[in-house]
């Protein structure tokens, strides 16, 4: 296993060891993700691993390409898991496969990290992140068109204020690297915590 898979390995294991903290309650509580609850999250995370490549194309034709409607349409497979199928099914499948094992296991680590932040922010469960996570989820995010990351971005020069990472060119945009990693994945909540002249320009494209 190359190294940015065992880390997307370590993310998992960290996300579904806090899931199983959490209260019953919580799995219908809202997150991040608009109009998903924290077990439409986990859902969505867990079954991208089962998705055959063939799978996704179909998915992709259903949903006339949007992702957002092909996320949906996995969500509502199979809405009545309980929390105890899900985070049994994250615990058997740790290590990224099929769709998340591109990239090295990239498009694993980002999105277990974001889903992860997605569930925590709202439920008031702040952790610190590991930083040699964060450093590679940053760097792949600017280049993951589904996220739409690299257009927020571009034009700015990203600066993490937390870790030794920066990237990019043209008026600054400051703050944790956990901030910054949700601010440019859409994720407005996170604004407040950014600074530099480069920070309203980003919250002017939260919405493309």
């Given at each position: 296993m190359n190294s940015v898979a065992r880390l997307a390995r370590d993310e998992r294991a960290d996300f579904a060891a806090f899931l199983r903290t959490l209260s019953p309650r919580h799995w219908d509580?809202?997150?991040l993700c608009s109009e998903?609850?924290?077990r439409e999250v986990v859902a969505h995370v867990v079954d991208y691993d089962a998705q055959r490549f063939r799978d996704l194309a179909v998915q992709a034709v259903r949903g006339g390409l949007r992702l957002n409607r092909m996320n949906a349409?996995?969500?509502?497979r199979k809405p009545d898991r309980t929390p105890e199928e899900?985070?049994?099914r994250f615990e058997q499948h740790?290590?990224?496969r099929g769709l998340t094992s591109a990239f090295g296991g990239r498009v694993a680590l980002l999105d277990g990290l974001l889903h992860h932040q997605d569930i925590r922010r709202p439920l008031g469960f702040p952790r610190e992140v590991p930083p040699e996570r964060l450093r590679h989820a940053l760097a792949f995010a600017r280049y993951a068109p589904p996220i739409k990351a690299g257009k927020r971005a571009r034009g700015l020069r990203l600066v993490a204020t937390d870790l030794d990472w920066?990237?990019?060119?043209?008026?600054?945009?400051?703050?944790p690297g956990e901030a910054l990693l949700l601010s440019i994945a859409g994720r407005d909540v996170a604004l407040e915590e950014l600074s530099g002249p480069g920070a309203v320009i980003l919250a002017s494209r939260m919405d493309g």
């Open positions: 509580a809202p997150t998903w609850t924290v349409l996995g969500v509502a899900l985070i049994a740790l290590e990224p920066s990237a990019g060119s043209g008026p600054e945009v400051r703050g």
